[in-house]
């Protein structure tokens, strides 16, 4: 078993009280809402991060590949925007996601 494993099991066996909570977080207000900012943003940076060096290989290639068959040029830049397209809707999916954390309400039950 890995130290880390080991950590975690000693923390949950050492504090059975955080686990049975007497009133739920969103009752009481307390941790839902920073934890959903801190989600949406670490989100939407690794997403756009990874989408802009995703988009960036793919120009690469794309570039090199015209260059070795400039007879091939229009279909390869074809493909490229089409690529781009679908790397790009990855980013706005995660800011579609972002957002509902950020502004929807969580249920109070």
Known sequence: MSRSL???LV???AF???AAAQ???AATGGWVGPFAVIAAGVGMALA???CGLGQGRAVAAA???MARQPAAAARIQTAMI???ALIESLAIYVLVV????LFVQPIKG
């Not at 972002?98 to 954390?101: S, T, Y």
């Open 6 to 8: 080991m950590l975690a």
């Open 11 to 13: 923390a949950v066996f």
């Open 16 to 18: 059975p009280g955080l």
């Open 23 to 25: 009133a739920p977080a």
């Open 48 to 50: 756009a991060g990874l």
């Open 63 to 65: 570039v090199d590949a």
């Open 82 to 84: 089409i690529g781009l």
């Open 98 to 101: 972002a957002m509902i954390l």
